[in-house]
């Protein structure tokens, strides 16, 4: 059973920060991992979970450059070497966490790649759906016996999920190669993903959700020519972001209360936006958001789990 997508009223919209939907919420004695915890959004999830308390375990594929970055929150983040478009990094990651006999709380799958040029990883799989998709699905299925009673997981798609459903047929683009396309289908992936989990998972108290942390412009854009910022609508001509983008802040406010809030406990698998639950997509306007339904449909969901079990040998539910 997938949850309604149908808005809860949090008192939170897009606005509030990840310290604001935190306030008053204490993650001591906790443990969060976030992948790419180490820049753009992802390094302001690390630095308002390690306010709250949390200790965070932040895997990359750049160590010293996510140790500098981290610098003002170390020890608090814990920087570990992962590369999620090799699986081998990705098994030996969770072989030593597991072997470390520790404990997750939360994991946010927040590292990506967005409009990259046409790149193969592993077996000539294509690197949107490997990396944001596959990588993460290897992850948490590898890391599950560390899942604590109660944990939530959390993964991160976006509105550009409206471009595309899962191409069945062809998903590696073995023909036409499409960099907007390929990332679509990464963001149904990860919104899939966490629905079925969460219908895998909510008997033994695992939850899961996807978040759309909104437009941001951070790093994830570097593959982005700046001139085509502004023919998109990203920046105006002078160069500042567009009305409706958010801040970095703001922008991991809805991951993090996705991984928090309380309200959600009887909403698993739910599609998150603005710190709340997304309705249904009402448009074709990625600013206004929602959620289109090949995003949240329970039968492309299994599918999806089945071939990404088949492709990277994980099967842990």
Known sequence: MITKQQRLGTGFGAHSTADDVLAGIDLAGTTALVTGGYSGLGLE???????????????????GTAEEALADVLPRAEVHVLDLADLDSVRTFSDRFLDSGRTLDVVINN?????????????????????????????????????????????????GHFLSDIRWDDIHFRTGYDRWLAYAQSKTANALFAAHLDRLGA?????????????????????????????????????????????????????????TSPLLDAHGGAYCQDCDIAGPAASDDMLVGGVKPWAVDPEAASRLWELSCELTGVSAF
């Not at 375990?57 to 160590?63: E, G, I, N, Q, Y």
């Open 111 to 159: 590292a990506g790649v967005m409009a990259c040029p046409e790149t193969r990883v592993g077996p000539g799989w294509e690197a949107h759906f490997a990396i944001n998709h596959l990588g993460h699905f290897a992850l948490v299925g590898r890391l599950r016996p560390a899942l604590a009673p109660g944990a939530r997981v959390v993964a991160l798609t976006s509105a």
């Open 45 to 63: 999830t690390t630095r308002a979970l390690v306010r709250a308390g949390a200790r965070v375990v932040v895997p990359a594929r750049r160590a």
């Open 203 to 259: 008997a033994s108290g695992l939850r899961a959700f996807s978040a759309h942390p909104g437009s941001i412009l951070t790093p994830l854009q570097r593959h982005v020519p700046r001139d085509e910022w502004q023919s998109l609508g990203w920046i105006t001509p002078d160069g500042r972001p567009a009305d409706g983008f958010k801040t970095p802040e703001q922008g991991a406010a809805t991951a993090v209360w996705a991984a």
